[in-house]
């Protein structure tokens, strides 16, 4: 059974840095995609970041880019995020994905991840 448990949220001030992690268990599959999502109180569920273990290829929402990074430790298949420059804005539970498929490219679209975390909370004061 696939399982995803992210850590590394909390409470940070605006312009500080949380750096998430997420661990996959419980699969074998070798060429995949693992994705960062949020979802703020009321809100719907937003891209942030996604790569593929496999070439390392990326993707970011707009919001990300430049303050956001994402990367992976394949030998222990694991995905984080390093979020720097938080704004309040930023404030959401982040959820981390697994996608399966053999596209190219990492998906932007939270239908193409098959397996989810629980989240984590990241809250950013202003």
């Known amino acids: 059974q696939v399982q995803l448990v992210e850590s590394g949220g909390g409470l940070v001030q605006a312009g500080g840095s949380l750096r998430l992690s997420c661990t996959a268990s419980?699969?074998?599959?070798?060429?995949?995609?693992m994705a960062w999502f949020r979802q703020g109180p009321g809100q719907e569920r937003e891209f942030v970041a996604a790569?593929?273990?496999?070439?390392?290829?990326?993707n970011y929402a707009d919001s990300a880019k430049d303050r956001f990074t994402i990367s992976t430790d394949n030998a222990k298949n694991m995905v984080f995020l390093q979020m720097d420059r938080l704004q309040p804005e930023d404030t959401a539970t982040y959820l981390c994905?697994?996608?399966?498929?053999?596209?190219?490219?990492?998906?932007?679209?939270?239908?193409?991840?098959?397996?989810w975390g629980q989240g984590t909370q990241v809250t950013v004061s202003s």
């Open positions: 994905a697994l996608d399966v498929g053999t596209a190219i490219a990492p998906s932007r679209s939270n239908l193409d991840y098959e397996y």
């Open positions: 419980g699969h074998t599959y070798y060429t995949y995609s």
């Open positions: 790569i593929r273990r496999t070439g390392g290829r990326t």
